[in-house]
């Protein structure tokens, strides 16, 4: 091996290790942060997801082909968080209020849309349908989270929602630097490969059986099987999807928000079909 090409391995493993650690030190701030949300105060959690879902709505804005126009940018704002807050005032407020308030929000929302249709009837010819779908299930799968943290175990159902993806994402990163030699298909990704997949769902399916048995979720035996087998490998699907989508986009993260691991979306896309999967299968 030449002196270049000694040096280029040099330098891709100094960046790799200069990554890795910029994602431990984000993960050591966020993930005590947004666990002591879940279990010490709702609404700090509520407050920091929907903080999260405006800067979610901002990357998919920046990621679509219609970026400058600001009218997408209020579909794409209203898309994403609607479903969130329609959710929460359908929970934590009476039937009378909740009923009083997204009617009215409703109703302006629909006025605002009113007096822009001229606009939207022109953006409708140069939408990429597949994006927007996209955009429209990300907003429905997470407007779910409320009902799944109103459970009795709730708490614990979303911790194990929220660390499963740390825990496939950890898999996938470590298996797939160490291991990968078949590389994904262009269109999904450059750089992950089917060995980092494969080790994603395997940790999360060990993972699975370790949290569903020690905190005793309350799961019947097909629920518990369903959950071990499906939810890791809907894990690994988020993450692949988005992959596809930011192929799409021609960019590499939907942001640099938090370092090392790109964006909020970058963060979020496997909780988008897991929250989905987990709330059919619990029932």
């Known amino acids: ?3 270049d090409n000694v040096d280029s391995v040099e330098d891709n493993l100094k960046m790799n290790f200069d990554n890795f650690l910029t994602r431990i030190l984000i993960s050591i701030i966020l993930i005590p942060l947004v666990i002591a949300a879940i279990f010490l105060s709702q609404m700090i959690f509520y407050i920091l997801l929907i903080l999260f879902m405006i800067i979610a709505s901002w990357e ?3 990621m679509s082909n219609l970026k400058n126009n600001k009218i997408v940018l209020l579909v794409v704002f209203i898309a994403i968080n609607f479903p969130i807050i329609f959710s929460i005032s359908i929970i934590y407020l009476d039937y009378a209020n909740s009923l009083y308030f997204n009617v009215i929000l409703g109703f302006f929302v629909a006025i605002f849309l009113l007096l822009k249709i001229f606009q939207l009837t022109k953006l409708f010819f140069h939408i990429d349908w ?4 996209y955009i429209v299930f990300f907003g429905f799968c997470l407007g779910l989270i409320p009902y799944i943290l109103s459970n009795d175990q709730g708490h614990w159902h979303l911790l194990f929602l929220l660390t499963i993806i740390w825990i496939t994402d950890t898999g996938s990163y470590f298996v797939g630097n160490f291991l990968g030699r078949h590389k994904l298909p262009a269109f999904l990704s450059k750089k992950k490969s089917v ?3 494969i080790g994603g769902v395997v940790s999360g399916v060990v993972y699975s ?3 569903l048995k020690y905190f005793h979720l309350s799961l019947s035996t097909l629920q518990f099987f369903l959950v071990v087998i499906l939810i890791p490998i809907t894990a690994v699907a988020g993450d692949l999807f988005e992959s596809f ?3 799409r986009s021609n960019i590499k993260n939907s942001s640099k928000i938090l370092l090392g691991h790109g964006g909020v979306l970058d963060r979020l896309d496997s909780m ?3 929250v989905l999967m987990f709330y059919l299968i619990s029932g």
């Open 195 to 197: 060995e980092g997949v």
């Open 1 to 3: 091996m030449d002196k």
């Open 60 to 62: 998919f804005y920046n």
């Open 130 to 133: 597949f994006f927007w779908i």
């Open 209 to 211: 059986i370790f949290f």
């Open 272 to 274: 988008v079909p897991n």
């Open 245 to 247: 989508i930011k192929r």
